[in-house]
């Protein structure tokens, strides 16, 4: 249901059954979308950004992210899971690289498992795509949500030229990522439990080229330099360049102020990659962009009557050490769509009974990307990690 001041036209979407209004379009919005597509739902996706699909550079959180079996399942549920499967890399172990140069693989698990290196964009590309091809889905991008109200589920977007949009749902479903709108109205609540926390390191992308042609280093593995208080990892893409990431203190950044003292720093600590990222990119790459924050947020309950839920990043925004973030959010689309079917789509007993359920799961996986990140820079070298195993994880 819409009332634009400025717009011309009125769309009225009243004709339909329950109407959904998916906040946020990223990774869990657009998958979300298709499960309430796919049940019949009126569903309207609302985007800050424009369609990413005609952009030429599309911001996001990590050029590339691991999907492992609890993401998979989702996207197994609408159908989807060959489709960006057939775009991912499969890592197989972890490959841990010493200071001496030495390589150590780590398998995930038994032979034939793996975590799948996958292109962010292309899967937001793609799954946005899936959920446009259901004829009762609609995409409105440039809608920023600003403000909602839990009482008459009226919403107020800013559009890119400034016009205000007035939209009413039924259900209100807030995946608009960790500093969520949504979730604005939830912290005026009382009973509403809310933490955030964010780490003293920061993280930085660089690209590694592929060396005549080829990957420069093996691409069936995931990466990982650690370096105790720091450390760098590196995922492979379909061209064939690794992206790597260094997560780092803030304060360790800070210290680093010209190129030369980047390429000191890289030849000490990570020598094999240092030629392989090359002198001049590292030099001029390392100035591109500051290191990015990262935070854990924790809340619950995630919804608020039979109007607003909140899942993917916007309920649980956690630290990327247990690569476990977008595979979460896809799996809250899961369990919502169990629980609609056991309370045959009454939302007043399906959204109290999903924060019951997922509350304390997210919060888990919250607490051991942080343990994680603690084990990544550092036990990944002891023995007693190398003698772990676990499938799903990074
Ligand atoms: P987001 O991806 O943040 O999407 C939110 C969307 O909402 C965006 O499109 C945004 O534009 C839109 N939006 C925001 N505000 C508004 C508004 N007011 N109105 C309308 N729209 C709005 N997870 C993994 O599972 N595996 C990994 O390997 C992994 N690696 C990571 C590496 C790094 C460095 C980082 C930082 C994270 C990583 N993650 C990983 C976590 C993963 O990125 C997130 O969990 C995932 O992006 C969450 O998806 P989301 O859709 O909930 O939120």
């Known amino acids: 249901r819409r009332d634009s001041s400025t717009m011309e036209e009125s769309n009225c979407i009243t004709n339909q059954k329950t109407v959904v209004a998916v906040v946020g379009g990223g990774l869990v919005g657009s998958l979300n979308a298709c499960f309430f597509a796919k049940r019949g739902f009126h569903v309207e996706v609302f985007e800050s950004r424009g369609d990413i699909r005609c952009a030429k550079k599309v911001k996001g959180r990590s050029i590339n992210l691991a999907l492992s079996h609890r993401g998979r399942q989702a996207l197994k549920h609408v159908g989807i899971e060959e489709k960006i499967v057939s775009k991912g890399i499969p890592m197989h172990a972890r490959m841990i ?27 937001n590309k793609e799954l946005l795509t899936v959920a446009e091809a259901y004829p009762n889905t609609k995409l409105n991008f440039d809608h920023k949500l600003q403000d909602w109200s839990p009482e008459t589920g009226q919403m107020t977007f800013i559009r890119a030229d400034g016009a205000k949009d007035q939209i009413e749902a039924d259900l209100i479903v807030g995946c608009d990522g960790a500093f969520s709108a949504v979730r604005k109205q939830f912290l005026r609540r009382s009973r509403f439990n809310y933490s955030q926390t964010y780490i003293p390191d920061g993280y930085m992308e660089l690209t590694m080229p592929p060396v005549n042609g080829e990957f420069a280093m093996e691409p069936n593995y995931l990466h990982i330099w650690p370096r105790n208080a720091f450390m760098m990892i590196s995922l492979p893409n379909l061209d064939k360049t690794f992206t790597c990431t260094l997560f780092m203190p803030f304060e360790n950044f800070e210290k680093i102020t010209t190129g030369d003292e980047v390429i000191e720093f890289f030849q000490e600590y990570f020598p094999d990659a240092t030629p392989l990222i090359g002198v001049d990119a590292l030099k001029r790459d390392f100035f591109c962009l500051p290191a990015q924050a990262m935070v854990s947020v924790k809340c619950s309950p995630y919804h608020i009557g039979d109007k607003c839920v909140l899942m993917g990043d916007a309920a649980h925004a956690v630290v990327p050490f247990y690569g476990q973030g977008m595979n979460a959010g896809f799996e809250d689309c899961i369990v919502f769509d169990e629980i609609m079917n056991e309370f045959s789509e009454d939302l007043g007993a399906v959204l109290p009974e999903y924060s019951r359920v997922r509350v304390p799961d997210d919060q888990a996986i919250a607490d051991l990307a942080m343990y994680n990140y603690i084990e990544m820079r550092a036990h990944v070298n002891s023995k007693w990690f190398l003698f772990r195993k676990h499938v799903d994880n990074f």
């Not at 390589?103 to 793996?114: A, D, V």
């Open 97 to 123: 690289h010493s200071l001496s140069g030495k390589q150590t693989p780590i398998p995930y698990g038994k032979k034939g498992q793996y975590i799948l290196s996958i292109d962010r964009a292309n899967l």
